[in-house]
Nanobody, 121 residues
Framework: QVQLVESGGGEVQVGGSLRLSCATS????????WAWFCQAPGKEREFVAA????????DYADSVKDRFTVSKDNWETIIFLQMNNLRHGDTDEYYC??????????????WGQGTQVTVSS
């Protein structure tokens, strides 16, 4: 059973930074892709970024390119999302997820419980 636990969310002012973490536990068979999604109340989850099991960033949403960076620790058990130059529009619940191949659709095998990011003036 694979479990994902996000942390690092909070409130930050416009232009500030946060680093989200997603701790993984359990055994994953095969080469999984790990991704970050965001979701506002009443809206569908939207793709943010994805990274390969080797730790190579695969894809970023256009809205976060050059501001967000996805990475993994050396032991490949924690996935990070460094968020810089935050905007009001980045206010959302952020989720990490895993599946065998990358996709921008929220059709992943494993999901965390989410962590809230709020960007204020």
């Amino acid at each position: 059973q694979v479990q994902l636990v996000e942390s690092g969310g909070g409130e930050v002012q416009v232009g500030g930074s946060l680093r989200l973490s997603c701790a993984t536990s359990g055994t994953v068979y095969g080469n999984y892709v790990w991704a970050w999604f965001c979701q506002a109340p009443g809206k569908e989850r939207e793709f943010v970024a994805a990274i390969s099991w080797r730790g190579n960033p695969i894809d970023y949403a256009d809205s976060v390119k050059d501001r967000f960076t996805v990475s993994k620790d050396n032991w490949e058990t924690i996935i990070f999302l460094q968020m810089n130059n935050l905007r009001h529009g980045d206010t959302d619940e952020y989720y990490c997820a895993g599946k065998p191949c990358v996709s921008r659709k929220p059709e992943y095998d494993y999901w965390g419980q989410g962590t809230q990011v709020t960007v204020s003036s």
